[in-house]
């Protein structure tokens, strides 16, 4: 079974300073590890990646985001925030050893950046 | 030109009715699928199709059906409407190797 956790539903932060949104995820292979943004009333956009490879995965509007394996985690950050970051990000998990291709997602973090 | 495109974009409908959520892509994916997101923004997967499997959450209503008329095109009917249907349905799609998803706009629904 898969399963991912977002232990905050809401992070705050100043607009400049560096921003984390915490994931922690559980499979029984190997991760496919996934960021997505949603903006209110708009679909979720798909921001980053972790397959395989280098642990520190840059994705889209200077996001980034590092796979930890022995701490299970996939947490997104970004150096400096942006008030126009402020949003709903879902972190996502696929098991790739056997069961489905779905992707389970988190019950999502809301960022908001105070000017 | 919209990747993943979904209409309506809102319906409103009484309890009772039968209604239907349209979805298209033209990313030439192989697989796509339909999320429900309720009023807390939690995502419940209720379909996958990818052309030879359709996969239905156990826990989605038989009211709720996907019809697939072709591998771009991957619809959801609702029957006998209630008033916990209401929510945000998203169609999303990708390719199963790849694994990221791309997502329609959602189709709001409320039914009355």
């Known amino acids: 079974a898969q399963s991912v956790a977002q232990p905050e539903d809401q992070v705050n932060v100043a607009e400049g300073n560096p921003l984390t949104v915490k994931c922690t995820y559980s499979?029984?292979?190997?991760?496919?590890l996934f960021w997505y943004v949603q903006y209110p009333n708009r679909g979720l956009q798909f921001l980053l990646k972790?397959?395989?490879?280098?642990?520190l995965v840059k994705g889209s509007y200077g996001f980034e985001a590092e796979f930890n394996k022995s701490q299970t985690s996939f947490h997104l950050k970004k150096p400096s925030a942006l008030v126009s970051d402020s949003a709903l990000y879902f972190c996502a998990v696929r098991d790739t050893t056997g069961g489905s291709y779905i992707p389970t997602f988190g019950r999502g973090t809301s960022l908001i950046v105070h000017p | 030109d919209t990747a993943v495109s979904q209409t309506p974009k809102y319906l409103v409908t009484q309890m009772g009715n039968d209604k239907s959520i349209k979805c298209e892509q033209n990313?030439?994916?192989?697989?796509m699928y339909w999320y429900k997101q309720d009023s807390k923004k939690f995502l419940k997967i209720m379909f996958s199709?990818?052309?030879?499997?359709?996969?239905i959450n156990e826990t989605v209503p038989n009211r709720f059906s996907p019809k697939s008329p072709d591998k771009a095109h991957l619809n959801l009917h609702i029957n006998s409407l209630e008033l916990g249907d209401s929510a945000v349905y998203f169609c999303?799609?990708?390719?199963?190797?790849?694994?990221?998803?791309?997502f329609g706009e959602g189709s709001r629904l409320t039914v009355l």
């Open positions: 972790y397959i395989t490879g280098d642990n």
């Open positions: 990313l030439g994916h192989d697989t």
């Open positions: 499979v029984s292979g190997n991760p496919y």
């Open positions: 999303a799609s990708s390719q199963v190797n790849t694994g990221e998803l791309f």
């Open positions: 199709y990818n052309n030879k499997e359709l996969i």
